[in-house]
């Protein structure tokens, strides 16, 4: 059973970078797709991006300037910077494996339980 | 401003069905594959529907989806109280902003 876990900092400062990292566990990182998604309070969910286990990336273009994402197969994680962040920003971040069989069919089918990220000073 | 249309909120009483619709455009629903989400207040949210009708394993036959044009819907049959939630459809934008919508959700009142 795969599970996933996000980790970071809880408060940020505005103008600062958020930096996320999400474990995965009782799996492998590899041969798939991966994800940050986000939630203001009280709000709806917003996709910020993909990563592949290779290392290739799509944003959301609303978040492309501020967003990077990245890998680490050794490790069995990836993460999730945003930076210039602003109280826009302070949301439940989630982190989700992607179900893709075919173009347009992505779901995701596996989520980390959140961590919420307050920007702040 | 969500570019997938939900009601803000449906009710219905134990034991009953409810559908839950998902209205989008020619870009995305009209283009590629619906998902569902259910999100327990407090919790994660969970896939309960991917390409447009498939149940991932554990999610029980209570609920389907459907798609048709650039709508699609969510049903629900034999309502639990448990099944009160906030849901979420979603699917890829093909447009020029690519990438991956949400409605707006849909809170459900077993009521």
Known sequence: QVQLQESGPGLVKPSETLSLSCTVSGGSINNYYWSWIRQPPGRGLEWIGYIYYTGSTNYNPSLKSRVTMSVDTSKNHFSLKLNSVTAADTAVYYCARVYYETSGSDAFDVWGQGTMITVSS | ?111
Do not use: H
């Open chain 2, 1 to 111: 401003q969500s570019v997938l249309t939900q009601p803000p909120s449906v009710s219905a009483a134990p034991g009953q069905k409810v559908t839950i619709s998902c209205s989008g455009s020619s870009s995305n629903i009209g283009k590629n594959y619906v998902s569902w989400y259910q999100q327990l207040p407090g919790t994660a949210p969970k896939l309960l529907i991917y390409e447009n009708n498939k149940r991932p394993s554990g999610i029980p036959d209570r609920f389907s989806g459907s798609k048709s044009g650039t709508s699609a819907t969510l049903g629900i049959t034999g309502l639990q109280t448990g099944d009160e939630a906030d849901y979420y459809c979603g699917t890829w934008e093909s447009s020029l902003s690519a990438g991956m919508v949400f409605g707006r959700g849909t809170k459900l009142t077993v009521v």
